[in-house]
């Protein structure tokens, strides 16, 4: 495996992610929006964006791990989400409140101390210490695209509903990270499985994968091919979501 190369395909994609999600806000943000409620239960417009800023300061926080320390897969990685989850979203409201006065600048802020952060944790892909384990460097900024991408639908069908159209609330997810995260999110279900299947959507699969739809078989199969006319989409009820 290619480590390197992962690494910059995984900062490629969170550098344009964070600048579509970056002008989404400065376009698209005002009071009245953040104050709405997200489409995730309990959690306002304010808290998503604020939330997007903790996970990129989560990148921020990384330093390098001792030799010898084994890494998490992503897949590992991502299943410490849950046990998380309340004090995740009480951390989002509690930053929602201290950035009401600036709230796009205060994610700007964090953005950018984050990407110049990684920049100096190489050469290479280094086993890195992050809040939630050891991680190599490669897969710690995948989950950081992740989130964003994620966290950019979250906040697409948010303001389309808080506004009760499509109208003036543009999509903030770019295309290319999406790919990057909808074949991640792949590759972890078939690490445990060992199916052979490919992407057809890559945005119900994200949301499939991230929990953000009701898991339907049929949905699945719209989201997923078997590489094999002769295979079919397994139910993958009992691995999902990832996060």
Do not use: F, K, N
């Not at 086993?127 to 900024?141: E, F, I, N, Y």
């Not at 543009?170 to 790919?179: E, H, K, Q």
């Amino acid at each position: 495996m290619d480590t390197d190369a992962d690494l910059t395909t995984a900062s490629t994609a969170l550098r344009t992610q964070w600048d579509a999600l970056r002008t989404w806000a400065h376009d698209v943000g005002d009071p009245a929006l953040a104050a709405a409620p997200s489409v995730l239960d309990g959690w306002t417009v304010a808290a998503l964006w604020a939330h997007v800023g903790r996970a990129m300061e989560a990148l921020t926080a990384c330093t390098p791990a001792p030799a010898g320390v084994v890494p998490l897969t992503l897949g590992e990685y991502l299943a410490t989400y849950a046990a998380g989850a309340a004090d995740t979203a009480e951390a989002a409201r509690r930053l929602a409140a201290e950035h009401v006065s600036d709230p796009v600048g205060a994610v700007e802020r964090s953005a950018t101390a984050a990407l110049a952060h990684l920049g100096t944790l190489g050469p290479g892909d280094p086993v890195v210490q992050a809040r939630r384990g050891p991680v190599r460097l490669s897969t710690m900024t995948l989950t950081r695209v992740v989130e964003l991408v994620v966290h950019a639908d979250d906040l697409l069908r948010s303001g389309r509903r808080a506004r009760g159209t499509s109208a003036g609330v543009p999509d903030p997810v770019d295309p290319r990270a999406l790919a990057v995260v909808a074949d991640a999110l792949l590759t972890v279900v078939q690490a445990r499985g060992g199916w052979d299947l490919e992407v057809a959507d890559a945005r119900t699969w994200v949301r499939i994968a991230a929990g953000r739809i009701p898991y339907d078989v049929d949905v699945l199969a719209d989201a997923l091919h078997a590489r094999y006319t002769s295979d079919a989409v397994p139910d993958l009820g009992r691995l999902l979501p990832l996060l």
